[in-house]
């Protein structure tokens, strides 16, 4: 069973940031291209991220661009998003999903942008 495990999530002020990670048990985990997503109440699911398996291309929608950052570490097999300059509206569950011969995701952790 491949295990996605996210953390880094949490309550932070507007201008704020956080970083989440997302921690894959899967082997051969560089084969598979990574994204986060989040999801707020009332919502559908969005994309916020995406990157390729070797890290070298990378997609943002357009309400994070220049503020949030994708990365990833094969050898740690580690995804990580980067948030900075947090707004209320970021405020969501942020999950991680692995896409490839299978898809994965991570059961989710709670972002909550607020004064």
């Known amino acids: 069973q491949v295990q996605l495990v996210e953390s880094g999530g949490g309550l932070v002020q507007p201008g704020g940031s956080l970083r989440l990670s997302c921690a894959s048990s899967k082997s051969a985990f560089s084969i598979y291209g990574a994204g986060w997503y989040r999801q707020a109440p009332g919502k559908q699911r969005e994309l916020v991220a995406g990157?390729?398996?070797?890290?070298?291309?990378?997609n943002y929608a357009d309400s994070v661009k220049g503020r949030f950052t994708i990365s990833r570490d094969n050898a740690k097999n580690t995804v990580y998003l980067q948030m900075n300059s947090l707004k209320p509206e970021d405020t969501a569950v942020y999950y991680c999903?692995?896409?490839?011969?299978?898809?994965?995701w991570g059961q989710g952790t709670q972002v909550t942008v607020s004064s």
């Open positions: 999903r692995l896409t490839g011969p299978v898809e994965y």
């Open positions: 990157i390729t398996t070797d890290g070298a291309t990378t």
